[in-house]
């Protein structure tokens, strides 16, 4: 069974940055489309962001042009650069694999962006 671990989470104040990593168990990106998704406090999980095994990319509105998926598949860990963070940003995010079907969740990192 592939775990999931997310991390890179954290306090960022409005207009910074974050990086955040999820690196996987197995050797699993060069067959999968993976994914970013974001739970907001009292609000389901949306998905964000998401990158196929040839890196193709896909973002939800509400993040694009601010947020870039990558992937680096011999190291086994997918990325989400979020800059100009917002406090509609704020949630738990997790990573999972879109296709050919989700895996277990992680624990996910949180990241929360405040004055």
């Known amino acids: 069974q592939v775990q999931l671990v997310e991390s890179g989470g954290g306090l960022v104040q409005p207009g910074g940055s974050l990086r955040l990593s999820c690196a996987a168990s197995?050797?699993?990106?060069?067959?999968?489309?993976m994914g970013w998704y974001r739970q907001a406090p009292g609000k389901q999980r949306e998905l964000v962001a998401a990158i196929t095994h040839n890196g193709a990319t896909n973002y939800a509105d509400s993040v694009k042009g601010r947020f870039t998926i990558s992937n680096d598949n011999a190291k086994n860990t997918v990325y989400l650069q979020m800059n100009s963070l917002k406090p509609e940003d704020t949630g738990v995010y997790y990573c999972?694999?879109?296709?050919?079907?989700?895996?277990?969740w992680g624990q996910g990192t949180q990241v929360i962006v405040s004055t």
């Open positions: 197995g050797s699993i990106f060069s067959i999968s489309t």
């Open positions: 999972n694999r879109l296709f050919p079907g989700l895996l277990s």
